[in-house]
Structures are given as structure tokens and as C-alpha cells.
């Protein structure tokens, strides 16, 4: 139950990077999801996508129970770019 939250969590980021971004969209892989010492999921980009990372403010929710996983993200571009 926590991977499929946590590819949720990939899945809703990536599609709503992708209405910002049409020509600098980021792939799948270069989306991490990895969680603050509070368990609190937050969004990291690697890889080709990094430069995203000041370009682009998100965040993510994820909630599971036993059978289901969903995840809502938000992307906001960063006006200081």
C-alpha cells in the first residue's frame, strides 16, 4: 500500500508539472517522493528535471487504507524565476 501511494503521489505530480510545463515536462523517474522526519511526503526532482527545483513549488498528499491509494498534488511556478 505505501508504493502505490507512493506512484500516486509520482503520477499526480507529474501530470500536474506537465500543465505548467508542456515543453520542459519531467519523466517519471526523475520525480523521488521521499518523506521529512515528520513522515510528511515531499517532492524532490533529479536527474534532468532538477533544474525544476527552482523553478517549481510542489507538494503532494497521499492517503491509503488496506485496499486504495490516492494522492493529490499541487505545482505552482515559482515567480522569483
Keep these: 500500500m505505501h508504493f502505490a501511494g507512493t506512484f500516486a503521489a509520482k503520477e499526480a505530480l507529474y501530470k500536474a508539472a506537465s500543465e505548467l510545463l508542456h515543453e ?8 523521488e517522493i521521499v518523506h521529512a522526519r515528520s513522515g510528511a511526503p515531499q517532492v524532490r526532482f533529479k536527474g534532468s ?4 527545483t527552482g523553478m517549481l513549488h510542489a507538494s503532494v498528499s497521499i492517503s491509503h487504507t488496506s485496499d486504495y491509494a490516492l494522492a493529490v498534488a499541487i ?5 522569483d524565476q
Aim: hydrophobic share 40%; net charge positive.
Design 24 to 31: 520542459k515536462r519531467p519523466s517519471m523517474a526523475d520525480i
Design 49 to 52: 528535471a532538477a533544474k525544476l
Design 75 to 79: 505545482c505552482a511556478r515559482n515567480h
